[in-house]
């Protein structure tokens, strides 16, 4: 069953406006992983937020992680068209990680 | 170059036709992973291995086989394909596990069943 689930669903945007996708799980993580992926491709890291960190960084990735509420964001700034991609969160479950449906992201030149 | 590859990368196939997906990674993980992906389900992991000889079920180990004779490769077989394996098929490995670090994906494996 999935674990993350990333909302919203679809996001489009123009170039160079910030993109904010947001992933909520159910159960206690150590750490919460986003990863990209591009159409029919395989994924790609993007960045690892430990359970005990709250904010971190990565060129124009910013993520953010709520414990409490048990909800992370992702922000893209001044996006570009190369960033239209789908997006996952993925949460350690036991060996795994649990990947959400994704957020689809179109950024229009 | 460091890399996760597998093949086929398209199969159509039918009903009953055992078929075997190859997965070999170039990094000395010991770690490997099974997932498929279907629309509005995201990745659900198949089965995984921590190493050499061991190996688990994930998710929706149903219908699907694994082993891991070697490091390097770990081999997803469908004894008997149904229709309902039409999916999107990804390999995936890290060093010592998906949970605590970054896992590299190949490319995928676009796989029909009729």
């Known amino acids: 069953s999935q674990q993350g689930e990333e909302d919203p669903q679809a996001l489009s945007i123009q170039e160079g406006e910030n993109a904010t996708m947001n992933c909520s799980y159910k159960?206690?993580?150590?750490?919460l992983q986003w990863y990209r992926q591009n159409s029919g491709r395989g994924l790609v890291h993007l960045i690892l937020?430990?359970?005990?960190?709250r904010e971190k960084h990565s060129g124009r990735l910013r993520v953010t992680l709520d414990t409490s509420k048990k909800s992370s964001s992702l922000l893209i700034t001044a996006s570009r068209a190369a960033d239209t991609a789908s997006y996952f969160c993925?949460?350690?479950?036991?060996?795994?990680?649990?990947f959400g449906a994704g957020t689809r992201l179109t950024v229009k030149p | 170059e460091a890399q996760v590859t597998q093949n086929p990368r398209y199969l159509i196939t039918v009903t009953g036709k055992k078929l075997t997906v190859t997965c070999s990674q170039n990094?000395?993980?010991?770690?490997m992973s099974w997932y498929r992906q279907d629309p509005g389900l995201g990745l659900r992991q198949i089965y995984y291995?921590?190493?050499?000889?061991?190996?688990d079920k994930g998710d929706v180990p149903e219908g699907y086989k694994v082993s891991r004779k070697e490091k390097r490769n770990f081999p997803l077989i469908l004894e008997s394909p149904s229709p309902n394996q039409t999916s999107l098929y990804f390999c995936a490995s890290s060093f010592q596990g998906a949970r605590q670090e970054t896992q590299y994906f190949g490319p995928g494996t676009r796989l029909l069943v009729l």
């Open positions: 937020i430990r359970s005990n960190e």
């Open positions: 291995s921590m190493n050499v000889e061991v190996t």
């Open positions: 990094m000395n993980h010991e770690y």
């Open positions: 993925a949460t350690d479950v036991t060996h795994d990680m649990r």
């Open positions: 159960t206690s993580i150590n750490n």
